[in-house]
């Protein structure tokens, strides 16, 4: 039993520096478990045929009313050339 605040602090103060030390050794021992760098990955581009590419365009055509389909095939198309440069980068 400590017999003044002097001999609590002392304790107190010990036992402080030992958790920081404890503390400074566990998180040092996680950095070192760092993962190793990402693969990229890109998705595959399923070509389309110039048939297929025909027939969409003349339903785009045959349709002036259409409003979301031309904005989906040109999302599309932005994708598709996203993917084409993912896969140069490899």
Do not use: Y
């Not at 609590?8 to 070192?32: E, M, P, Y």
């Not at 297929?52 to 932005?78: G, K, M, S, W």
């Amino acid at each position: 039993m400590p017999k003044n605040i002097g001999e609590i602090s002392d304790k107190v103060r010990k036992s402080l520096f030992i958790g920081i030390v404890f503390g400074g050794i566990f998180t040092l021992s996680l950095a070192a478990c760092s993962s190793p760098p990402l693969k990229i990955v890109c998705p595959e581009v399923v070509p389309w045929t110039a048939e297929f590419q025909h027939q969409i365009a003349d339903e785009i055509r045959a349709n002036p009313n259409l409003v979301a389909l031309p904005e989906i095939a040109r999302q599309d198309v932005t994708l598709r050339d996203q993917v084409r440069a993912c896969q140069k980068e490899k």
